[in-house]
Nanobody, 114 residues
Framework: QVQLVESGGGYVQAGGSLRLSCAVSGNILGIGAMAWYRQVPGKQRDFVASILKSGNTFYEDSVKGRFTISRDKAGATLALQMNSLKSEDTAVYYC????????WGQGTQVTVSS
């Protein structure tokens, strides 16, 4: 089993920055890829960024150059540095981990005012 707990969400003005963190516990060694997703009310949960165990990263087009995903070597923390935030980045952000199963955090709200 793996437990994911997000933190770092909040309210910020457009152009500002936030850093999200995801604390990972449980069977950390069994985790491969990790990712961030986001969801707005009434819409599906969308991919934001992912990082493989190798360190390779992938980003959704609208966040490229603004967001940076990272994980520590122990695999105990996943982070998302978000810069130059826009109102359309407003969403609940979820941490995701793929191991023997797929695991999700409870989500953290990010609100960007225009």
């Amino acid at each position: 089993q793996v437990q994911l707990v997000e933190s770092g969400g909040g309210y910020v003005q457009a152009g500002g920055s936030l850093r999200l963190s995801c604390a990972v516990s449980g069977n950390i060694l069994g985790i491969g890829a990790m990712a961030w997703y986001r969801q707005v009310p009434g819409k599906q949960r969308d991919f934001v960024a992912s990082i493989l165990k190798s360190g390779n990263t992938f980003y959704e087009d609208s966040v490229k150059g603004r967001f940076t995903i990272s994980r520590d070597k122990a695999g105990a923390t996943l982070a998302l540095q978000m810069n130059s935030l826009k109102s359309e980045d407003t969403a609940v952000y979820y941490c995701f981990a793929r191991g023997l199963d797929d695991y999700w955090g409870q989500g953290t709200q990010v609100t960007v005012s225009s």
